[in-house]
């Protein structure tokens, strides 16, 4: 079950959105404080009685959910549950909130609202008639509310990499291969070659090693079959194997093939993508992780982008290194 907060410190479609600008309750948007919590935190409004019943229950297939190509198990988003009447102070900068009002009477809806209590917050309100109904609509929705989260994280974090970007990188990647993403501080260049190139973060937390990899290489377009995942695999073990190397003699990175990348179709910043989450290992070597990859068609140029983000980091969980990844690499732009 989601995470109980004792106290205050401690097909139906969406109907209707509204989102604050101005003055929200005689308060300017401006004067109002930072939105508090970390990236992938939820706070879910609930009564006792709904978060024990049926309506819990789904609460917790939607924040639950095994997010797929991770090494261990680990959930979509981190949820905490608050009751309302003791939802005020503090609780209410919270960044993501998911606010249930349940009763007799009530209409059926989903509301989105931002900038509500605090700057950059999303909220979506669920009202509902009884505990059965309530239920239905979050299954019903339950995609649709964790991408709501998250494209709402991404958004925040590519806000973020906006401020202070690598501007001779990204003219370089202009220059070389005509097209373009916001590549934040801390990451530098690792190799490049005519096809492509890949970047890296690298950090030490503790006696602990935390590595980011980015890599964007492009291929001759030829067929639809350059979306299958066994192009994918071919074309990614390929590129990183000349390209990036272990510590150990022979040693490279490969995806690991007893594992089957999970896909889906998207919209990559307004262009036709599959996404696919897999895992990777270092051939001869003890390394592995998780990795985010997108394919897409450049349709002017005749050519196929692969972006692939990859994350080492064996001793902390891996769900926000590589979300921060996904925010990267949706910010590509064909130039």
Avoid at 176 to 194: H, N, Q, R
Avoid at 317 to 333: F, G, P, Q, S
Wanted: glycine share 6%; hydrophobic share 35%; net charge positive.
């Amino acid at each position: 079950m989601v995470k109980r907060i004792t106290s205050i410190f401690g097909c139906i479609f969406i109907l209707s959105f509204w989102a604050c600008d101005g003055k929200i309750g005689g308060t300017s948007k401006n004067s109002l404080p930072l939105s508090s919590g970390k990236y992938g935190e939820v706070l879910i409004v609930v009564d006792t009685l709904y978060e024990n019943g049926k309506t819990g229950k789904v609460i917790d297939q939607i924040f639950f959910t095994a997010l797929d190509g991770m090494p261990q198990q680990e959930s979509q988003f981190r949820a905490s549950t608050v009751p309302p009447k003791s939802f005020k102070s503090i609780l209410k900068r919270s960044r993501n909130i998911l606010k249930l009002s349940i009763g007799k009477g009530k209409k059926t809806a989903i509301n989105i609202e931002e900038n509500i209590w605090a700057k950059d917050q999303l909220m979506l309100k669920v009202t509902a008639a009884s505990d059965d109904d309530a239920a239905r609509i979050l299954k019903k929705n339950a995609a649709t509310i964790r991408n709501y989260f998250n494209e709402k994280e991404i958004a925040r974090l590519q806000k973020q990499y906006s401020g202070k970007p690598q501007k001779e990188i990204m003219q370089n990647m202009k220059d070389s291969f005509a097209l373009t993403i916001t590549v934040p501080p801390g990451f530098v260049e690792m190799a490049k070659t005519e096809s492509g190139f890949w970047l890296k973060k690298e950090k030490t937390i503790g006696q602990h090693q935390v590595l980011q990899g980015l890599s964007i290489y492009l291929y001759p377009y030829d067929s639809d079959s350059v979306f299958t995942n066994d192009n994918m695999v071919d074309s990614r073990d390929l590129f990183t194997s000349e390209n990036i190397q272990g510590s150990r003699d022979s040693s490279f990175m490969q995806v690991y093939r007893e594992y089957t990348p999970a896909t889906q179709e998207i919209n990559l910043n307004g262009l036709y993508a599959m996404e696919y989450r897999g895992l990777w290992n270092m051939k001869n070597d003890f390394m592995g992780g998780p990795f985010l990859h997108y394919t897409l068609v450049d349709e002017k140029n005749n050519r196929v982008i692969h972006l692939d983000g990859f994350v080492f980091a064996p001793k902390f969980n891996k769900r926000e290194y590589l979300r921060e990844l996904e925010a990267i690499m949706k910010t590509i732009e064909l130039k």
